[in-house]
């Protein structure tokens, strides 16, 4: 990072590979502040694990009754939970369901559909009726204040994140760096790189924290396909 000026770092943790992404988004658009290269890197990584989904991480929760929802808001430091992909029971999966009000007002039992909502309220249903491990996968984007992305993540995305990142620069109006020519070849690219993370993340080809699992073609219906906003919570 640059030493010339006084500035305040917006990443909680800047690793090797930001570090790149830094230097090469310096290189690309001469005359960036450290600020406004770190606020656009931050905006378009929301932007592009949002779009893609390809960060995705698993934690397991012990759930004891009469608890039956948990909230998702503090998944870990310096990011956000988009919504959920994957959850299981006692190590069998959940189904999703829109409206789960009928399943928990029914007996305690063993929980088998779950539901989440905008404000990160994941709920089981039935209630359970012993504790028992609630593992849930969801996909994660960089939070807006002091933003974290793990080292291997942005080494998976790097190519997707950086042509996302000039793009955005690239079609600011008035800029040293603007070039509405760039930003659209760039935006082209971008949209490729997330078109392929969002398939490799769905199809369950994974990173590092994520078990291997046979993909999704492999593991029965179509009809199993989890739904969130318009459609979809994939199950992978």
């Known amino acids: 990072m640059s030493g010339s000026t006084s500035w305040t770092p917006l990443f909680i943790n800047v690793t090797p590979t930001m570090q790149t992404l830094f230097n090469t988004i310096r290189v690309r658009a001469m005359g960036i502040t450290d ?14 694990f949002s779009e893609s989904t390809a960060w995705r991480s698993s934690r397991t929760f012990t759930i004891t009754p009469p608890q039956y929802t948990i909230l998702l808001s503090n998944w870990r430091t310096g990011a956000e939970v988009l919504f959920p992909t994957f959850a299981t029971w006692n190590d069998n999966p959940l189904s999703p369901v829109a409206e789960i009000g009928g ?25 359970p009726n012993a504790a028992g491990p609630l593992m849930i996968r969801a996909a994660l984007q960089p939070s807006v204040l002091a933003p974290v992305v793990p080292d291997n993540e942005l080494t998976e995305n790097f190519e997707g994140i950086i042509e996302t990142v000039l793009a955005r620069l ?13 930003a659209l070849l760039h935006m082209k690219k971008s949209r490729a790189w997330i078109s392929k993370a969002r398939d490799k993340a769905n199809r369950g080809f994974g ?20 739904g969130w906003g318009n459609g979809i919570w994939l199950n992978s």
Do not use: H, I
């Not at 290269?37 to 592009?48: N, V």
């Open 35 to 48: 600020e406004q290269m770190q606020l656009e890197l931050m905006e378009a990584m929301r932007y592009y």
């Open 103 to 127: 399943y928990y007002a029914t007996q305690s039992s063993t929980p088998q559909v779950c539901s989440y909502n905008a404000s990160k309220l994941f709920t089981l249903g039935p209630q």
């Open 170 to 182: 690239y079609e600011q109006p008035g800029k040293p760096w603007s070039n509405n020519a760039l």
């Open 207 to 226: 990173k590092a924290d994520a078990p291997w699992r046979f993909p999704y073609f492999a593991r029965g219906s179509g009809a199993n396909l989890w």
